[in-house]
């Protein structure tokens, strides 16, 4: 387990849920998080970290395409489908509790994550859209590249898809999708792996890169978010980036560290997959408890509650759900292994 990302992955999960708080508080005439206009770039970290990690887990390795889709399948699709199913029921029964912001609702987009322009009924799940876009592509280049060069060509190929993309849009809104720039942060992460793991910055170089980093998103949350030329990969993903290898490069150094809520923190990112599908369902069940209660006015109680009932119903989906599925298919990847090895050979 690399620490640092584990606990960038917490950081990614805690911001999409404040920013998504802050929408819920303008749903309800307070201003719960207004001054934080920044946590949608948590997404883009969580991109970034996609591409870092693809690398990590098939640089000492040998993997199959086939491999390689089947695993990151039975690592995702599960709880998704579990969220969207809970979802579907919803919608059956009151179609207004979805996607209430408007906009048609795709029941086959939702459990297939094929992009066709309409909501989907875990409407977090879009960013899955672009996670499965990037794993078909490092997962080809894997199969028809020596590995020293499957992430460059994987490289190549998303500048191209991105700049056709820019010179040439698309209407077809899953050619949008396939074109779209924000796949480059996925390459930011393959940049950051090749950078880290080929020259580890020193500690004089990774604390300025981090800083340098977090004060770039400062100045948006104080100014506005950036909106030139390819304004998500600029604003969002290159200040992304540089807390992703500054923080990663102190790795030795915050590995071996205590400090408050440590645990805490390590436990929110090995549950940030189930914080992140799941929060939507939580924030609207908390928000209408302190309707209820008449208390949904207080900025700073609908925040708090929110945020910590958020977290802790992740932390409970990832305990009970989420790791109990991946357990399951991990006996059953080793049970299968256990027969091949111990099958006798054809002469």
């Excluded at 909106?227 to 540089?242: D, N, S, T």
């Excluded at 923080?247 to 990112?269: D, P, Q, T």
Aim: net charge positive; glycine share 6%.
């Amino acid at each position: 387990m690399i620490v640092t990302v584990q606990l960038l992955r917490a950081i990614a999960a805690i911001m999409v849920v404040m920013y998504h708080i802050s929408i819920k508080g303008e749903q309800y005439f307070n201003h719960a998080l207004s001054w934080f206009d920044i946590g949608q770039y948590g997404v883009d970290l969580f991109f970034i970290i996609s591409g870092f990690i693809m690398c990590y887990t098939t640089a000492r390795r040998s993997v199959s395409f086939s491999g390689f889709m089947r695993d990151r399948i039975k690592r995702i699709i599960p709880l998704y489908w579990i969220m969207s199913t809970v979802a579907l029921g919803v919608y059956l029964i009151a179609p207004s509790m979805v996607n209430s912001s408007g906009g048609e609702t795709s029941i086959f987009s939702s459990y297939t994550l094929i992009p066709l322009g309409d909501k989907l009924l875990v409407q977090n799940g879009w960013t899955l859209s672009f996670e499965f876009i990037f794993y078909l592509i490092f997962a080809s280049c894997l199969g028809i590249a020596f590995k020293k060069n499957s992430a460059i060509l994987c490289t190549i190929i998303i500048t191209a898809l991105c700049l056709t993309g820019h010179y040439f849009p698309p209407e077809n809104p899953t050619l949008r999708f396939l074109t779209n720039v924000l796949l480059l942060e996925f390459v930011l992460g393959i940049a950051a792996f090749y950078l880290l793991t080929n020259k580890n910055p020193p500690l004089t170089l990774a604390i300025p890169i981090l800083i340098v980093g977090i004060a770039l998103l400062a100045i948006q949350n104080q100014y506005g978010a950036w909106h030139g030329f390819a304004g998500r990969l600029v604003g969002g993903g290159i200040p992304m980036f540089m807390v992703f290898v500054g923080l990663v490069g102190m790795e030795r150094y915050i590995a071996s560290a205590n400090f408050i809520f440590k645990r805490e923190l390590l436990l929110s990112g090995d549950a940030s997959y189930s914080i992140y599908l799941i929060h939507a369902f939580t924030l609207s069940a908390c928000a209408i408890i302190l309707r209820k209660l008449h208390l949904e006015q207080i900025s700073i109680l609908f925040s708090l509650f929110l945020l910590m009932s958020s977290i802790v119903a992740g932390i409970m989906a990832f305990l009970f759900v989420e790791r109990p599925v991946n357990n399951y298919f991990k006996r059953r990847k080793i049970h299968r292994l256990n027969i091949d090895s111990s099958a006798p050979s054809k002469s």
